[in-house]
């Protein structure tokens, strides 16, 4: 049998107090002592009563939370807004409004600067929070740690997704554990590849998340494990993609894999296919809608999946919950996961990827 739901009734008769004063108390509104506010707060608990969040959202003032998304790859931050986009519907009903804006990619500075007048835009909007995914590099970024630093102490909460902002007044990040995948791949190419020279792809060598990923992967080989490892950047622009890959190719006639931590690798693998190099050990990152051919067709070995959506779902989630009632630094990193061609159709079957 299922237990009675406790109500406030139950809790006033059972401090001998008024209902209003319950709902004073359990809503934080003034004109009620300490003393009539923490026995009810303790009767409250005492009988196990939990409070409906939604309603207590509704007598809230309404709270808007914004978001700026930027990236040179639109499959992947598409897949980030719409893990907000989830969120962002179940938190209609707590009063929240979840302003999404993702800017066309133009060029690094021109994004920046339009990231730069939307955070004030929303500064001066009163929106209480922020999320913020910035495909860029950490020396471009000095004014945006200022405006974070800056409106942070004033109140508003900034998140990042994806890709960090450390060492500022940002108050949460959800992201990938970039550092393990990294030692995920070094581990794979180490199989096929040990005592061989490998590459690996990265959008920018200085990013946080990149630094991460090559962390992992350099942090495995330690012990002598591969001959060799290159790095080579491409901005995530497809044009330099392309050239990257071909001078990769050119420079390491002998090379035995690549780790390509990046959402570009779609266009890498392209660029290897034309090129007939049918030898190499390949891992990729992330599920794109090409992703699973080139798994079939052997392209590649495996691709290291990061789930965006969740990241999105999450970031969205973790903030609202800090607005209302958190403090302190929340870092929260995905686990990467290993896509093959043996499993990257039950991956897609499954449900809220």
């Known amino acids: 049998m299922s237990q009675k739901k406790v109500t406030i009734y139950d809790i006033a008769r059972a401090a001998g107090v008024s209902v209003g004063t319950v709902n004073r108390a359990l809503s934080g509104k003034d004109r009620i002592s300490p003393e009539t506010k923490q026995l009810v707060l303790d009767t409250a608990e005492q009988l196990g009563y939990k409070a409906n969040s939604a309603a207590q959202g ?11 998304l930027f990236c040179p790859v639109d499959e992947y931050v598409d897949a980030i807004i719409d893990g907000m986009r989830a969120t962002a519907q179940t938190l209609e009903k707590y009063n929240v409004t979840v302003d999404i804006r993702k800017l066309d990619y133009t060029n690094g500075a021109d994004c920046l600067a339009r990231t730069e007048e939307l955070i004030q835009a929303f500064a001066e ?3 209480r929070g922020v999320v913020l995914f910035l495909s860029s590099m950490l020396n471009e970024l000095d004014g945006i740690r200022a405006l974070i630093d800056q409106y942070g102490d ?4 900034f998140a990042t997704v994806a890709n960090d902002i450390p060492d500022t007044k940002r108050v949460v990040h959800v992201g990938v554990d970039a550092h393990t995948a990294g030692s995920m791949a070094a581990e794979m190419l180490e199989m096929t590849c040990a005592g ?7 959008a920018a060598k200085n990013s946080p998340v990149n630094m991460e990923y090559i962390n992992g992967f350099t942090d495995y080989a330690k012990q002598n494990v591969f001959s060799n490892i290159w790095i080579y950047e491409h901005f995530d622009d497809p044009d330099r993609v392309t050239e990257v890959t071909e001078q990769l190719l050119r ?10 931590a990046t959402a570009s690798s779609v266009i890498a693998c392209d660029c290897i296919r034309r090129h007939g190099k049918q030898n190499l050990t390949i891992i990729t990152t992330d599920l794109l809608r090409q992703t699973p051919q080139i798994l079939k067709d052997r392209l590649a070995t495996a691709a290291i999946f990061q789930n965006p959506y969740r990241q999105g779902k999450n970031v969205l989630r973790y903030l609202y919950d800090y607005v209302t009632r958190s403090s302190g630094e929340h870092v929260h990193l995905i686990a990467p996961h290993i896509l093959l061609a043996s499993n990257v159709d039950a991956h897609l079957s499954e449900e809220n990827l």
């Open 154 to 157: 004033e109140g508003m909460c």
């Open 125 to 127: 909007a009163g929106y």
């Open 58 to 68: 509704l007598r809230r003032a309404p709270i808007t939370i914004g978001a700026i």
């Open 251 to 260: 420079d390491n006639p002998a090379l035995g894999g690549i780790y390509m």
């Open 196 to 202: 061989r020279d490998v590459a690996l792809l990265v």
